[in-house]
């Protein structure tokens, strides 16, 4: 069996699948209705700038806001940038909110408060003809603060349902969820899209909304909800990731997490760890920075690919929506299989080197692309591989690893926190790169574009270059063990 639970019983294993395909779907809604804007921005470009067949025409001052599509797309990475900066600084408050409120509550405001956002940024702007370049950035202020309260969360209960054992593989193929959510996103967009840039925001925002409510009404955010006590893992028979959460280990049965049904006094809940102690402990400042790298990387392919495509190669805008799918579909496959390689070797710092590297081979590769919609999806699923596969790695199970480590002796409750230090130094790495993206290709074209990605992706190997090296060398040191012993 590839993954255990925290509990024992076919009742308490059904709800943990059950748990992990709620907040597998709520993400994906999420990530469907973030990756909307990106679909459509040549659209909303052509919206907001002036063409010759509309200049005569009385309504094009309300539409214009830009005199040419060189500000508008620098209008639309400045969009990007507030975003995810806004984004990052949430992630930094929602974490700790989500270690001391009730996740499911904080999960549901996020996803509903979201998407109103994007009715209205989206759609009810375009229905009311209000183009106000002040009202686009409040709007996307406020987006990026609601969206980073679901992140920490959902890691957050995959953690209180799924232990150590096997959480690369388990972790890596359900943080397949925002790749999922971008190929659904790109689908229902460019399904609409001839309709008017409107109705993709329409569609992805009523979806999210209506998830919102079940999660609200139906998610379980923990074992203790129904019924179960606290956690008790057994590690004798698992392998150690990079950051341990050993426990004790009585009532072990089988191999699976199991906990005893309490009929007495409820031990006492851990108590929330502090912002700094979690900004202290072992691997989560190398990893943070790490990612603040990789996720620019990550988030320019998610941010600019469409777009890239379609000004690069002239292919219409819902080919390039339906051809930009093919980069998630790689970051599908590179986090599971690179999280089952992880769980076998029982470290995550080589694998993610030994990707990274190939990945700016495949960078280089890409920016070379004929052309050819084959070749360039195959190129793209390759490079979605060796860049979305990490990404997915460090944004679930190494943030679950470093929330539960010995460090904390399972004393204090951080996963929430230690995941929005992740993931929001991520994307403070991400929103400095958005604006630059569009400046860089403004200025010298998409190629230096792409050499700005390689040197990124060498900066996140440098970052845990430390752990990198500790880990391969005590994978060296059990090696020669072993063939002592033999």
């Not at 590297?357 to 890409?366: D, H, I, N």
Request: hydrophobic content about 45%; some cysteine.
């Amino acid at each position: 069996m590839f993954w255990r639970i925290y509990c024992k019983g076919e009742s308490c294993l059904l709800n943990s699948r059950l748990t992990a395909i709620a907040l597998f779907h709520s993400y994906v809604l999420l990530h469907a209705s973030r990756k909307t804007f990106s679909n459509v921005k040549v659209s909303i470009s052509a919206q907001w700038t002036p063409s010759v067949q509309n200049e005569s025409l009385p309504v094009w001052e309300e539409h214009r806001l830009f005199a040419d599509e060189e500000e508008a797309t620098l209008f639309l990475g400045a969009l990007d940038t507030i975003f995810l900066f806004s984004y990052a600084i949430g992630l930094y408050v929602s974490g700790v909110i989500g270690d001391r409120m009730n996740l499911r509550y904080v999960l549901c405001f996020g996803l509903c408060g979201s998407a109103t956002v994007e009715f209205v940024f989206g759609t009810l702007t375009e229905w009311l003809h209000l183009y106000n370049v002040y009202l686009y950035c409040g709007l996307w202020v406020l987006n990026g603060l609601l969206q980073s309260a679901v992140w920490p969360c959902v890691v957050a209960i995959m953690g209180n349902w799924f232990g150590k054992s096997g959480r690369g593989f388990v972790f890596g193929l359900w943080s397949a969820c925002a790749s999922a959510g971008n190929i659904l996103g790109a689908f229902l967009a460019s399904s609409v899209l001839k309709y008017g840039y409107e109705y993709a925001f329409l569609v992805t925002s009523v979806v999210q909304f209506a998830g919102g409510v079940v999660v609200f009404f139906g998610l379980l955010t923990s074992p203790k909800e129904v019924g179960f006590g606290p956690a008790v893992e057994s590690d004798s028979e698992s392998q150690r990731p990079l950051m341990s959460d050993e426990e004790e280990d009585e009532g072990c049965d089988g191999g699976y997490y199991s906990v005893e049904q309490s009929e007495g006094p409820q031990e006492e809940l851990p108590q929330p760890i502090s912002f700094l102690q979690a900004f202290l402990l072992p691997g989560v400042l190398p990893y943070s920075l790490a990612y603040a790298c990789l996720k620019l990387v990550n988030y320019s392919f998610f941010f600019w690919l469409p777009f890239y495509l379609s000004s690069n190669y002239g292919w219409k805008e819902a080919q390039a929506d339906r051809l930009s799918i093919w980069y998630d579909v790689g970051g599908i496959v590179g986090g599971t299989v690179q999280g089952l390689v992880s769980d076998f070797l029982g470290k995550r710092a080589p694998v993610l080197a030994v990707s990274l590297l190939l990945a700016m081979g495949a960078l280089v590769g890409y920016s070379h692309s004929p052309a050819d919609q084959v070749v360039n999806a195959a190129l793209l699923a390759l490079t979605g591989f060796f860049i979305g596969g990490p990404s997915n790695m460090i944004s679930s199970a190494i943030s679950a690893d470093l929330g539960r480590q010995d460090a904390l002796r399972g004393s204090q409750e951080a996963l929430a926190t230690v995941t929005g230090i992740v993931d929001g130094t991520g994307s403070i790495g991400a929103a400095g790169g958005q604006y630059l993206v569009s400046m860089i290709e403004s200025r010298l074209g998409w190629m230096y574009v792409f050499y700005f990605f390689i040197v990124m992706t060498g900066g996140s190997i440098l970052f845990i270059a430390p752990l990198i090296y500790r880990e391969t060398r005590s994978m060296w040191r059990d090696r020669q063990g072993l063939h002592q012993q033999l």
